[in-house]
């Protein structure tokens, strides 16, 4: 079955910029989204298709996508960033399948 | 605002069956599909089935295809997702997430503006 594969962790400093991966065979055909997860809360959502953000998500937050690879940029990255983010897309079945990355936890200190 | 608000966390037996309620509000419910979205300790989000709050038309993964049932009451703003045949590995928080719907292609986007604050269901002997 179809999988999007991102990194265990990404770990920055304060200020620097985090970049997290999702690959998948269909991310050239299919839009990505990704999500935020704090510890215990439910996820929100900071990107979608691809590159657009949500009203009230920080500009900081930005996506991209090239071939097969959809990336999550945070430029500047603050501690209140610290969560883990999954990636979702759907499937090229036809059948509008929804897939989610194994997830990503971002440490910043 | 818009706000989703499930229903509290349960305990169940191994064979039985669960049904999580998620009332909506702020927003015009039968425009939107809603989604049931699954978060097992230690593993990926997985999704569960969607409704279309409008006409009641529902999909279920091929995973769950027999055991979930999705349903929804317009006039209460609710959607329900009910599991049969629980077993242990069904222990996981269940998310109830809306989809706006598109149009063009008669699907949901598949894109989760709006979450639930999940309900805890441990399945148990």
């Known amino acids: 079955s179809y999988e999007l594969t991102q990194p265990p962790s990404v770990s920055v400093s304060p200020g620097q910029t985090a970049r997290i991966t999702c690959s998948g065979d269909a991310l050239p055909k299919k839009y990505a989204c990704w999500y935020q997860q704090k510890s215990g809360q439910a996820p929100v959502l900071v990107i979608y298709e691809d590159n657009k953000r949500p009203s009230g998500i920080p500009e900081r937050f930005s996506g991209s996508s090239s071939d097969t690879m959809a990336t999550l940029t945070i430029s500047g990255a603050q501690v209140e960033d610290e969560a883990d983010y999954f990636c979702s897309s759907t499937d090229s079945s036809g059948n509008h399948n929804v897939v989610f990355g194994g997830g990503t936890k971002l440490t910043v200190l | 605002q818009v706000q989703l608000v499930q229903s509290g966390a349960e305990v169940k037996k191994p064979g039985a069956s669960v049904k999580v309620s998620c009332k909506a509000s702020g927003y015009s419910f039968t425009k939107y599909a809603m989604y049931w979205v699954r978060q097992a300790p230690g593993q990926r989000l997985e999704w569960m089935g969607w409704?279309?709050?409008?006409?009641?038309?529902?999909k279920n993964s091929q995973k769950f295809q027999g055991r979930v049932t999705i349903t929804r009451d317009t006039s209460a703003s609710t959607a329900y997702m009910e599991l049969s045949s629980l077993r242990s590995e069904d222990t996981a928080v269940y998310y109830c997430a809306r989809d706006p719907w598109d149009i063009l292609t008669g699907y949901p986007y598949g894109r989760f503006d709006y979450w639930g604050q999940g309900t805890l269901v441990t399945v148990s002997s």
């Open positions: 409704i279309n709050a409008g006409n009641g038309h529902t």
